[in-house]
């Protein structure tokens, strides 16, 4: 069974920066895509970034130019750099793996940006 752990996560003022990681365990399967989501109450999860297989990335517009999507040679951890850090930033953070066969989630890791 994969495991999906999220660390980094934290409260820090706005214009700061936090770096998410996310490692698995239990892989069986070739990993197709890597993203991070953030979700906040009452709103949808959305997505923040994305990393291919490839090596592509996309990133929402609300944090193009801000967040920088990555992952380690093994492909089995995947990092989120965020700078600039903004108030509306201010979500539970989950990172997900995509296989052909399925989808896994963190737990989840809660970033607070407030002065």
């Known amino acids: 069974q994969v495991q999906l752990v999220e660390s980094g996560g934290g409260l820090v003022q706005p214009g700061g920066s936090l770096r998410l990681s996310c490692a698995a365990s239990?892989?069986?399967?070739?990993?197709?895509?890597m993203d991070w989501y953030r979700q906040v109450p009452g709103k949808q999860r959305e997505l923040v970034a994305r990393?291919?297989?490839?090596?592509?990335?996309t990133y929402a517009d609300s944090v193009k130019g801000r967040f920088t999507i990555s992952r380690d040679n093994a492909k089995t951890t995947v990092y989120l750099q965020m700078n600039s850090l903004k108030t509306e930033d201010t979500a539970v953070y989950y990172c997900?793996?995509?296989?052909?066969?399925?989808?896994?989630w963190g737990q989840g890791t809660q970033v607070t940006v407030s002065s």
């Open positions: 997900s793996m995509r296989s052909a066969y399925a989808t896994d």
């Open positions: 239990g892989i069986k399967f070739n990993i197709n895509l």
């Open positions: 990393i291919t297989a490839g090596g592509s990335t």
